[in-house]
């Protein structure tokens, strides 16, 4: 009898192990509610607009996936430092809040198939010609945080490194003059010239590889992570990706 019982044995553990890994999914469709962990703070990706709503980029893809899996979009708010914590302790089913896809991250947690890109850009004026590629950086004023990793990429390349407090400071600096140029995100600089678009700055090189992000949820959920990633194909295929990445930086910023 014992081998029958060792084999009822592994059959059911076999079948609570199919059982667990549906949970998250099963537990969503059975609520009617995505929970959602993100900042409200971060434009444009999530924040509160002028009357107070939260809106921006990663909040409607959230809502569109939420959609997709048949249930409302609840948006959780917290401060980045403690955001992906709290998947841990299950305050929500997701983060969608700009995360990159890190070993690091990969190695406790689950994500989906990469939903934005951004990269390193070198950005100038309009009417500067004397730069074409990184390398023309050399012996140039560089506006840059200065222990930002895009400080260090302009030093790399030979600039000196104006110190500014963020992109802002950034930009006004190379419109002025003081400085030549901006090693910048890709999403900053074309979130900024969706607001003013007659700002006279251009991309003048950008960097081969990107710095992917996506939905972060927690291990051992291959529904969920399977009807994510199905639901974002889903928006790509139809359409609605693209009307959103249009909406908020005039571009498909997907690769």
Same mark, same amino acid.
Request: overall charge negative.
């Given at each position: ?9 592994? =059959? ?49 893809? =959230? ?33 969608? *809040? ?45 506006? *840059?945080?200065?222990?930002? *990793? ?8 030979? $600039? ?16 002025? =003059? ?27 090189a950008a960097e081969a590889d990107a710095d992917h992000a =996506? ?5 051992? *959920?291959?529904?969920?992570? $399977?009807?994510?990633?199905? $639901? ?24």
């Amino acid at each position: 009898m014992k081998p029958i019982r060792s084999l009822l044995l592994l =059959g059911a553990l076999a079948l609570a192990g199919a059982v667990h890994a549906a949970d998250a999914l099963d537990q969503i469709k059975s609520s009617g509610v995505f929970k959602i962990g993100t900042e409200g703070t971060y434009a444009p990706f999530s924040y509160h607009d002028t009357d107070g709503t939260l809106t921006g980029f990663d909040v409607e893809i =959230g809502a569109a996936i939420a959609q997709r899996l048949g249930v409302k979009a609840e948006f959780v708010e917290g401060k980045w430092d403690g955001l992906i914590a709290g998947i841990d302790v299950k305050r929500y089913d997701a983060v969608i *809040n700009e995360v990159s896809i890190t070993d690091a991250r990969k190695a406790k947690y689950d994500f989906s198939e990469p939903y934005i890109a951004s990269k390193a850009v070198l950005v100038a004026r309009e009417d500067d010609d004397s730069m074409k590629s990184f390398a023309d950086l050399k012996g140039k004023r560089s506006a *840059n945080t200065l222990t930002s *990793n895009f400080g260090k990429l302009a030093e790399k390349y030979g $600039a000196e490194v104006v110190s500014v407090q963020g992109f802002n400071d950034a930009v006004e600096l190379v419109l002025s =003059g003081r400085a030549d140029a901006t090693i910048n995100d890709s999403l900053s600089f074309l979130d900024f010239k969706k607001h003013q678009p007659k700002a006279k700055l251009k991309i003048v090189a950008a960097e081969a590889d990107a710095d992917h992000a =996506g939905v972060l949820i927690r291990k051992d *959920n291959p529904e969920l992570l $399977a009807a994510i990633n199905k $639901a974002l194909a889903d928006m790509k295929a139809d359409g609605t990706y693209q009307a959103i990445s249009q909406k908020y930086f005039g571009a498909d910023v997907s690769q």
